[in-house]
């Protein structure tokens, strides 16, 4: 390589080109509410085509409505092996490819562990962890076979940190982070997949927290900016991670935590 090689004009990508996701056909399910309806609408604002997944159809079409770039809704519930199948199925069929997947739907069951029923261990463990292994497996079985692709599967800090009354949760999304891990091992080179690990971010999964005054007060001041993150803090990371700007990484969890994990965790 000659110095004369390494001039703007032979990087891989144009820099103002490099967030590029304008085409890419981006899969999002948890497309309803809160992160994925941020992502799917902050892919679409950018011009992707957008595949919203959720096993809430009517929210899924709200957050479709906002968005003006080519887009199809499906019904998809992740505990549903067969409709994740058909996800793919109707994406392949209208698209013929999938470049993007945001592995979105989670939910959370906040209790002592003594106090957590099996069967609850069993809904946070089935939609979490399964859900998210079911959608990567399928979809990563056609970006494997297309030789091309950016997964992104949505964890948490609680990867990292630990927080009374977490157990079942923080629990699948540090089995979400070495899933992450172990997929960009498998499928690299071409496929490359990553997971982002937020913080408490205003959406409906936290509502019972920010309305108690006391716990939200506390929770909020646990990172340094000393606030929840917004919906939309989310979208930057998201198309970092889907585009050629991150393509040097792989088996990577994001944190996007105001510095939580490294204040060192949770303070009583
Ligand atoms: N909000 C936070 O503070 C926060 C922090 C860290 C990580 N996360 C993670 O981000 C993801 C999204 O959370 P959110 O805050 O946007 O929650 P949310 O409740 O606002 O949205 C979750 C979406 O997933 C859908 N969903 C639930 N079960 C489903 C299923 N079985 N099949 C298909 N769709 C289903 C819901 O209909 C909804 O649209 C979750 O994995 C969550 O653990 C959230």
Same mark, same amino acid.
């Given at each position: ?40 609408? %902050? ?7 957008? @595949?919203?997944?959720?096993? *809430? ?7 479709? =409505? ?7 809704? @499906? ?13 793919? $199925? /109707?994406?392949?069929?209208?698209? /013929? ?13 906040? $209790?002592?562990?003594? #106090? ?15 859900? !998210? ?12 076979? /297309? $030789?091309? %692709?950016?997964?992104?599967?949505? =964890?948490? !800090? ?11 949760? =923080? ?6 982070? /070495? ?5 960009? =091992? ?15 971010? #205003? ?7 920010? #309305?108690?005054? &006391?716990?939200? &007060?506390?929770?909020?001041?646990? *990172? ?11 979208? %930057? ?26 204040? %060192?965790?949770?303070?009583?």
């Amino acid at each position: 390589m000659s110095m004369k090689d390494w001039t703007i004009e032979n990087w891989y990508a144009e820099p103002w080109k490099m967030f590029n996701v304008e085409g890419k056909v981006t899969v999002v399910t948890g497309a309803a509410s809160g992160l994925g309806r941020a992502i799917a609408l %902050g892919f679409g604002a950018l011009g992707a085509k957008v @595949v919203l997944a959720d096993s *809430n159809t009517d929210g899924a079409e709200e957050t479709a =409505a906002e968005i003006t770039s080519s887009n199809m809704v @499906v019904k998809c519930d992740v505990r549903e092996l067969g409709d994740i199948q058909s996800l793919v $199925k /109707q994406t392949l069929h209208a698209f /013929q490819r999938v470049d993007v997947s945001f592995n979105i739907p989670g939910i959370n069951v906040r $209790k002592p562990a003594l #106090e957590l029923a099996y069967e609850e261990w069993d809904q946070v463990i089935d939609i979490n962890l399964n859900g !998210v292994f079911r959608c990567a497996k399928e979809i990563g079985k056609v970006m494997v076979d /297309q $030789k091309s %692709g950016s997964m992104i599967n949505m =964890a948490s !800090v609680f990867a990292e940190i630990v927080m009374p009354r977490q157990v079942a949760y =923080a629990s699948t999304k540090g089995a979400v982070r /070495q899933m992450t891990r172990v997929l960009a =091992a498998e499928w690299a080179p071409h496929v490359r997949v990553n997971a982002i690990g937020p913080c408490y971010m #205003e959406t409906p999964l936290v509502k019972q927290v920010m #309305e108690n005054k &006391e716990w939200f &007060e506390n929770t909020r001041n646990q *990172n340094m900016l000393k606030r929840f993150g917004k919906p939309e803090e989310v979208v %930057g990371p998201s198309i970092f991670l889907a585009s050629e700007a991150s393509r040097l990484m792989t088996g990577f969890m994001l944190l996007l935590d105001g510095g939580w994990h490294c204040l %060192g965790g949770w303070v009583q």
